[in-house]
């Protein structure tokens, strides 16, 4: 059968696989062995899904919010992943490799993190089941994101320093990478979306699978069927959106969408927006596309979101743009930034800016009347009140 899924080599079409130092295959390899198996086992998915629903909250509602369908003449369901504990769905994978790594008989954590919630997603796992947690992080990023440092310290992580090259998240990832392969033993690297090196893109990619299943169950419980007509959700590295897709992949009746940052506009030379500007190369471990200059040296990108502002897209993404089983579309930081706002004021909702790239799509592209429109709200907008309270002048 055809599918767009990974298959057991690590690929998705032509995408993915594992280009990783010689000196981490052990590590890698280690968890490819290891991970469908320990999925798999009762224990495991007893103790996931205790803490999904215990201490994330899930499941997540399925709103269906009226206004905003009036407003766009179509049925629009958002996904309330902004109603987690820590505020976006990045927490489903966190909790899901957290109990990994204790089966693996790992005793020590570590992880990257661009604007800190990947990292406050790893350290507030860590701190939840005791676990010794080493966040790297930009040095620029350090300083433009305390908040969220502070977070990750108040939850008991160690924040380190990246101090190479821009020092943001790629030299934060190197960092990562070193120490991983020094300590080969006893620790696990959380990586924080569907990138990586396999299997990490397909593991993340099944943790936040999750989304689909209970849209299934309560697009059935409040349409009376389990498919929608679409499927939208906003992409940085596409944890969110491959969770939204995942049991929806291979049924084409279901059209996905994939939001990607334009920034300041695609050709602006300020964006994130890698479909469109992408060329096919390997980052962190996997080929996929990525923003690269005519030599392949990565370009630094740009958005508004934090969370959005990766030179990448995983490889199931880049497959799925290949294969033009999605359709990627760009938006700008305006954009999104009065699509946000909009559904503030029509549905008491303060989205993650990176959400609002998503709802931005209701702009662009009409849909009918009757179609069952859902929107995987990534997370909500706290962290974000600083750039809406500037972009606004509030
Ligand atoms: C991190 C983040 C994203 C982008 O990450 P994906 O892996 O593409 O999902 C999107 N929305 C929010 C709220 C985030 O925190």
Redesign the pocket.
Same mark, same amino acid.
């Given at each position: 059968m055809k599918t767009y899924n990974v298959n057991e080599k690590g690929y998705y079409g032509e995408f993915g696989g594992a280009f990783i130092p010689e000196m981490l295959y052990p590590n890698v390899e280690e968890l490819r062995q290891n991970y469908l198996k320990i999925m798999a086992e009762p224990e495991f998915q007893k103790e996931f899904n205790q803490l999904l629903k215990d201490y994330v909250g899930r499941p997540s509602p399925l709103y269906f919010a009226k206004r905003l369908s009036e407003k766009y003449n179509t049925k629009i369901y958002l996904k309330r992943?902004?109603l987690n504990h820590t &505020?976006?769905?990045?927490v489903n994978n966190t909790i899901g490799q957290i109990l990994m790594a204790k089966r693996l008989g790992k005793t020590r954590i570590i992880a990257e993190t661009g604007?800190g919630?990947?990292g406050v997603a790893t350290a507030t796992v860590c701190a939840l089941m005791g676990l010794q947690c080493i966040v790297y992080m930009g040095e620029i990023d350090i300083a433009r994101q305390a908040p969220n440092v502070a977070r990750m310290k108040m939850l008991g992580a160690e924040v380190r320093a990246a101090l190479s090259g821009s020092k943001t998240l790629k030299d934060a990832t190197n960092e990562a990478i070193r120490d991983w392969i020094n300590n080969p033993v006893d620790t696990h690297y959380i990586i924080? %979306?569907?990138v990586g090196p396999h299997p990490y893109p397909d593991m993340v990619a099944r943790f936040q699978s999750v989304i689909s299943e209970e849209i299934q169950w309560q697009l059935k419980e409040q349409e009376g069927k389990t498919q929608p007509d679409y499927i939208i959700?906003?992409?940085?590295? &596409? %944890?969110?959106?491959?969770g939204a897709y995942y049991h929806f992949l291979d049924d084409e009746s279901v059209n996905l969408i994939a939001v990607e940052a334009a920034g300041l506009g695609v050709d602006s030379g300020e964006s994130a927006a890698t479909s469109a500007l992408g060329k096919e190369g390997i980052i962190h471990g996997s080929k996929t596309l990525l923003m690269q200059t005519n030599d392949g040296q990565i370009t630094e990108p740009y958005s508004i !979101?934090?969370?959005?502002d990766?030179p990448g897209v &995983?490889p199931m993404h880049a497959h799925l743009f290949k294969t033009g089983r999605a359709e990627f579309i760009s938006i700008t930081d305006n954009q999104a930034m009065t699509a946000g706002l909009e559904l503030c004021q029509l549905e008491g909702i303060i989205p993650?800016i990176? %959400?609002s790239h998503a709802l931005a799509v209701f702009e662009h592209k009409t849909f009918k009347p009757d179609d069952i429109v859902i929107l995987n709200l !990534? &997370?909500?907008g706290d962290k974000d009140l600083d750039t809406y309270i500037n972009h606004f002048n509030l």
């Open positions: 992943e902004d &505020g976006a769905h990045k604007a919630q990947h924080g %979306s569907v959700a906003c992409v940085g590295g &596409g %944890s969110n959106a491959a !979101s934090a969370g959005l990766y &995983g993650a990176e %959400s !990534s &997370g909500r």
